[in-house]
């Protein structure tokens, strides 16, 4: 059984799609592409498809991984450009790679996030980050199924700095962007939650919902401070076997051997 694992993205007006309304469209996707999926046994079969941390409904985002088991092996770009096709424009499949080590999910620890402000003057955006930053706890509320529940955002956050505007459309209206790398941890903390934190210590308030996307997701890098590529354990792995026959066709015989 082969197994791929893709990176997806959620652009543009496909953000508003939810991760139910996603998994219906990627399904849809698999039966027109035509791919040999593997699927579960029981009385009601689906396919093998393992989706990892996504995204809440409402965030756009660009590294996005779900994991498939196939019944017969598939080149990976050209799975890739198969599926992409038959997404609707906006669910993207970007990237993707056969599996060749365990632990997808355990790899995804921590998320690079973009807020866009709009009506928020960068100055204040910057204040507001340190005050944030500075903080020992930043206590915020979430109403959650079982009523509100309160907890410290802050040990989450390793770092909320303010960023040039990158607005996409010309406008006279200030416009901050700030720039924060979260730890996944639970209960989880969300760029929502974030914002009630820079409300809360700093009075920041966005006169308009923040545009939020998701840059990166991966393992933290302590030494470094950035979120590395979940997926080039793989493609490291691949190139290893891939340059395993080269080596052995370049040993040199030795001298007198038959």
Partial sequence: MQRIRLRYTKRGRLRFTSHRDFQRAFERALRRAEVPMAYSAGFTPHPKVSYANAAPTGTGSEAEYLEIALTAPRDPETLRALLDESLPTGLDIVDAVEARTSGLADRLTASVWELRLDGVDPLDAERAAEAFTKADTVEVQRMTKNGVRTF???????????????????????????????????????????????RAVADLAPPVPAAVTRLAQGLFDEETGTVTDPLAPDREAAEALTAQPAAAATTPTPEGSA
């Fill in 152 to 198: 410290d955002a802050r040990p989450a956050v390793v770092q909320l700095e303010t960023h040039s505007s990158t607005a996409d459309r010309p406008t006279d209206q200030p416009c901050a962007i700030l720039r924060l790398v979260v730890r996944h941890v639970t209960p989880a903390v969300r760029p929502d939650d974030v914002l009630s934190g820079l």
